[in-house]
């Protein structure tokens, strides 16, 4: 499967906070994906991190791998309300299938 | 560049009709993808091209949906005759290179099926 599995499905935190969401995959990797998805729009991709990658930074994102683990974080600092949406795993692959995805909640 | 564009962006048609989704990828992009997200089921793809060739038709769900790609620059996704399970949005999203870079998602299409 091509598909990765958020945890947890919900999580709603005060701005300013941050926010951790987990990804577990089944088959190894080439590169992992994150996308955000907001009500009514289409997934925005955030954040890819390859196989023989740690970790990553963009801005406020951090992701970690562990392949030993088979999984993955999604780390939001300093939240913001406009960070509330929905937030995708999945593993690179050209028929590239989605979980159910974490639902942030942000506060303000 | 103008990203993924899909049209129309909102469709409400009835039971038995013909419906015609469209996508403009990003120029350039070798890889087409279809998505279709349901509350119930989430996000679930379709179909999948590579240089205007569908590669894996697996997630269509029945012979009533077909997709093409005559060029580069277009695709379409067709159902007939539409019913009411198809609702949904669907979303169009592009690529260059596939599984080693990300996807570029279009707004999508909602679709009503009366």
């Known amino acids: 499967s091509q598909q990765g599995e958020e945890d947890p499905q919900a999580l709603s935190i005060q701005e300013g906070e941050n926010a951790t969401m987990n990804c577990s995959y089944k088959?190894?990797?080439?590169?992992l994906q994150w996308y955000r998805q907001n009500s009514g729009r289409g997934l925005v991709h955030l954040i890819l991190i390859r196989s023989n990658e740690r970790e990553k930074h963009s801005g406020r994102l951090r992701v970690t791998l562990d392949t030993s683990k088979k999984s993955s974080s999604l780390l939001i600092t300093a939240s913001r309300a406009a960070d509330t949406a929905s937030y995708f795993c999945?593993?690179?692959?050209?028929?590239?299938?989605f979980g159910a995805g974490t639902r942030l909640t942000v506060k303000p | 560049d103008a990203g993924v564009i899909q049209s129309p962006r909102h469709e409400v048609t009835e039971m038995g009709q013909e419906v015609t989704l469209r996508c403009k990828p990003i120029s350039g992009h070798d890889y087409l993808f279809w998505y279709r997200q349901t509350m119930m089921r989430g996000l679930e793809l379709l179909i999948y091209f590579n240089n205007n060739v569908p590669i894996d038709d697996s997630g269509m769900p029945e012979d009533r949906f077909s997709a093409k790609m005559p060029n580069a620059s277009f695709s379409t996704l067709k159902i007939q005759p539409s019913e009411p399970r198809d609702s949904a949005v669907y979303f169009c999203?592009?690529?260059?290179?596939?599984?080693?870079?990300?996807?570029?998602f279009g707004s999508g299409t909602r679709l009503t099926v009366v």
């Open positions: 999945a593993k690179g692959s050209n028929d590239m299938r």
């Open positions: 088959t190894s990797i080439n590169n």
């Open positions: 999203a592009s690529s260059l290179g596939g599984a080693d870079y990300g996807y570029t």
